[in-house]
């Protein structure tokens, strides 16, 4: 095993609160081992156009309690092609870099995939993400502190729905994983979540109606996700619905959009990406190579990117009877 003594770390796709303490976390672990950190900006963009700069320990100072990410963050198209693979190991060379922590979703776990494969470059990954959707990690960095958003929200939307006896469908995201909404959906009180993994052919909205529910309460509140399988998507899609096939029913629609990833972190993000952040280092020194860190039962996990990515992460069952029981 190549000896490391610099790193390099980047976060990489959509934003999630905690990004920050992981990259405090990882540039801290690794400066406490004596090697060297190098801040890679703009995600993957940084690496390919040499965005790099070396972090100290106060480089990340004031930056636990803060939102978004210090490094900033980018979807990059370039580094999808061979020629933009070869720029960034180029640069990896130049300043160099013996091992890459990438913090991001799918997306960029699936790059530091590929470029582990391509390069021979040793490839750390923490799970940044507000939509829970990787597996081998109970929890993502930044789902936590959506969650509580996303509640905090429908809470405000339930006291105008109340007043004036409305249904509301509010619109939450999570690309093509039902975390979000099936959770905030039990700790809002909701009377019923819309998620992708409903793959039975029941249609959810003549499911809700029909059971009755304007008999019992004058106002109603649907989680809708942004990309659910039935219909041709969103919040939106329903609310026409129950204008078109329910005309008594007053109908609203709140799409959550991107504050969902804003905002200070969550207590608990902050400690799992400090936890996930240090154990990258761990995990260099132990010779790891080309996994996730994730935090299952409470303890941290390895997990190859060839899981990670490729498996689905079921929403349990349960939680979908629990919210069915207690919206009667
Ligand atoms: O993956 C995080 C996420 O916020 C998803 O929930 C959402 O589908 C997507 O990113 C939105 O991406 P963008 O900010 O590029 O519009």
Known sequence: MAKISTIGVLTSGGDAPGMNAAIRAVTRAAIYEGWKVMGIYRG????????IIEFTSASVSNTIQ????????ARSKEFMTEEGRAKAYENIKKHGIDALIVIGGNGSLA?????????DIPCIGLPGTIDNDLYGTDYTIGYDTA?????????????????????????????????????SAIASGAEAAIIPEDMSNIDQLANFIGRGIRKSKNSSIVLVSES???????????????????PQYDVRVTILGHLQRGGKPSA??????????????????????NVMVGISRDEIVYIPFSRAIKYAKPVAKELIDVLAVLSI
């Open 111 to 119: 790059g530091a995939q590929i470029l582990a494969q391509e390069y």
């Open 66 to 73: 803060r939102g978004g990410t210090i490094l900033k963050t």
């Open 44 to 51: 993957y963009e940084g690496l390919i156009n040499d965005d």
């Open 228 to 246: 659910p399988k039935v219909g041709n998507g969103g919040a939106m899609y329903y609310a026409e619905r129950v204008r078109k096939e329910y």
């Open 147 to 183: 969650l509580n958003t996303i509640v905090e929200c429908v809470d405000k939307i339930r006291d105008t729905a109340t007043s004036h006896d409305r249904i509301f469908f509010v619109e939450v995201m999570g690309r093509d994983a039902g975390f979000l909404t099936q959770n």
């Open 268 to 289: 608990f993000d902050r400690i799992i990406a400090s936890r996930m952040g240090a154990a990258s280092i761990t995990a260099l020194k132990e010779g790891q190579r």
